[in-house]
């Protein structure tokens, strides 16, 4: 079974359009994360969530917005897509938050959704 | 936060050892190093995570200086498999991923 998972795997839309990335984990981890890797490859993190705790890094901008129906679940909604979005977004979870400065925050990822917006 | 660096790239023979350096002189006493790596086009796999002690799972072996200023990823017996981008992160507040080193097991 996949501990993490993604759908879609590839997603190709227009300017201007909303879609949404959906991210399940079997892992009864507590905390799910968002990713973006860019052209250059450098990893970002974009959101962490946490018992309905939402930390946003500041650099997000608010088209982008994470919903989660259950703890298993971290869905990633893109509004009013624009060419700098496309990219490769990971989803990812680990057992405790980020921060809590513990030795098991080892966070497991998804094999990613490759997002190019026309 | 505590930053790394690594090389950029790295060569290894196949069934040799691959040491991936990592420096992280700014690292705080209560911070992890962990590492991570990267195979073409999949998301991240955890490898390990050490504080002070050194560390060995199935996977690698991680060897902290007593000064934790710096690290070592130690892949003992190196596969074609194992070429991947690596990753050293401490600070895991924020999983900062830099460049990583690009390491390419050969023949």
Not at chain 1, 86 to 107: K, T
Request: hydrophobic share 30%.
């Amino acid at each position: 079974d996949t501990a993490v998972s993604q759908t879609p795997k590839y997603l190709v839309t227009q300017m201007g359009n909303d879609k949404s990335i959906k991210c399940e984990q079997n892992l009864g981890h507590d905390t799910m994360y968002w990713y973006k890797q860019d052209s250059k490859k450098f990893l970002k993190i974009m959101f962490s969530y946490n018992n309905k705790e939402l930390i946003i890094n500041e650099t997000v901008p608010n088209r982008f917005s994470p919903k989660s129906p259950d703890k298993a679940h971290l869905n990633l909604h893109i509004n009013s897509l624009e060419l700098g979005d496309s990219a490769v977004y990971f989803c990812a979870s680990s057992q405790v938050r980020l921060g809590r400065l513990a030795g098991n925050n080892e966070q497991f990822f998804g094999p990613g959704t490759r997002l190019t917006v026309l | 936060d505590a930053k790394t660096t690594q090389p950029p790239s790295m060569d290894c023979a196949e069934g040799r050892a691959a040491n991936l350096p990592c420096n992280h002189s700014t690292i705080s006493g209560n911070e992890y190093v962990y590492w991570y790596r990267q195979i073409h086009s999949q998301g991240p796999q955890y490898i390990i995570h050490g504080l002070k002690n050194n560390e060995t799972n199935e996977m690698a072996s991680l060897i902290i200086t007593e000064d934790r200023k710096s690290s070592t990823l130690i892949l003992p017996h190196a596969t074609l498999r194992d070429t991947a981008v690596y990753y050293c992160i401490v600070n895991n507040n924020d999983m900062r991923f830099g460049a990583g080193t690009r390491l390419t097991v050969k023949p």
